[in-house]
């Protein structure tokens, strides 16, 4: 009895196999048999061929089913895996469509999950389209920080890598780079990810470019372009608006609630704004931990939004003889978002005498 439930078993995998070989390759040559098999993998599958993996389909669906079953460590279990990805490749219409997925670009996103972003469907043929994108807009030389949906889910250490690093990497090379763990991808992918959403169901003229480019920096280049040609700076009412407001909410985005709620603090101005000891206090920390996280604010800029240090340079010298309110709240902003660059030696010393005063 258990040898013929034996031979049914292998009778059984035998016609699967047969089949869905006979469905991919009798169908027209539209390449996907040259995928290798890990580009129809998502990241939740188990029980998979690691011996296969490599290999084109062309080359596996060319071994009858009892040599693949030779193969060292590829039983019974991880030929119902390679099933399951032959399946996947018989199902896609065509080889560089993302499987699992709506063609409607505006639903290419993998749904939320509890955490955010959810990078656990995403596929080597999802990713392959992302990165077809980037590199036919040209947005390689681009860095993640710049256009990450938020700089807390993004490691500080590739904040100014530059897209080009992984789009001509498979997913399978990224996650087996030195340092990049589950939450490194996921936040690489969810910023491709947007890339990709923002351009797919763009069209490209021969005079119209397509940029992106965080939200708040349109508004605030044109309000001081348009300021920097009147003949007088504008009250500080308007600059609070203009200019604060927009630059705390994005601080707000990328390095939270804290961060933002002491930087807009300093930015006051007046005689009732704390002091760094009384904020230290306030949320429990040394006052070099306060200088610290403020000093996050000019690293979020400098990635963000470089080009503003040039825009606002015209505001304190062309004004510098405006109301003084007015243009200490505009030194106050430079000071606080692009403060001028210092060589490691000054900011050593600088440490060590914040961390002397507690």
């Known amino acids: 009895m258990a040898r013929k439930a034996i031979s049914n078993d292998r009778y059984r995998l035998v016609g699967t196999y047969e089949r869905l070989r006979k469905s991919l390759v009798e169908r027209p040559d539209d390449g996907r048999l040259d995928k290798a098999l890990s580009y129809w993998v998502l990241p939740t599958d188990r029980r998979l061929p690691i011996a ?20 060292p460590g590829v039983g019974q279990k991880k030929i119902i895996g390679f099933f399951d990805l032959l399946k996947r490749a018989s199902k896609a219409t065509s080889p560089d469509a993302p499987f699992g997925l709506s063609h409607d670009a505006k639903k290419q996103r993998p749904a939320p999950a509890a955490s955010g972003f959810d990078a656990s469907i995403v596929s080597e043929s999802l990713w392959a389209q992302w990165c077809e994108t980037v590199n036919r ?4 030389p681009e860095k993640l920080g710049r256009l990450a949906p938020t700089l807390q889910a993004l490691p500080t250490v590739i904040w100014h890598s530059r897209l080009e690093e992984y789009a001509d990497r498979s997913l399978a090379d990224i996650r087996s780079l030195k340092t990049h763990g589950e939450k490194r991808v996921n936040a690489i992918l ?6 990709h959403e923002a351009l797919a169901t763009a ?10 480019m965080p939200r708040f920096v349109p508004p605030l280049t044109r309000w001081l372009l348009e300021t920097v040609g009147q003949p007088d700076l504008p009250p ?3 600059l609070h608006q203009h200019i604060v407001k927009p630059m705390i909410n994005q601080i707000k985005i990328d390095l939270g609630d804290q961060v933002a709620g002491l930087a807009a603090a300093r930015l006051c101005l007046d005689e009732n704004s704390p002091s760094v000891k009384q904020q230290a206090q306030t949320i429990g920390v040394t006052r070099a931990r306060v200088y610290q996280l403020l000093e996050d604010c000019a690293k979020v800029m400098d990635v963000r939004w470089p080009e503003g240090r040039w825009l606002f340079a015209p505001l304190a010298t062309r004004f510098g003889s405006s109301d003084p309110e007015t243009i200490g709240l505009v030194h106050g902003i430079v000071d606080l978002f692009f403060p001028p660059q210092r060589d490691s030696s000054t900011v050593s010393e600088e440490s060590r005498g914040d961390l002397a005063v507690r």
Request: aromatic share 6%; hydrophobic share 45%; charged share 25%.
């Open 236 to 238: 500080v009412d308007d």
């Open 137 to 140: 807009y040209g947005m390689g």
């Open 190 to 195: 969810e910023v491709f990810c947007t890339v």
């Open 203 to 212: 069209t490209l003229q021969e005079n119209v470019d397509v940029v992106i």
């Open 52 to 71: 296969f993996l490599d290999r084109p389909l062309r080359d596996l669906l060319s071994q009858p089913l009892d040599e693949l079953m030779a193969t």
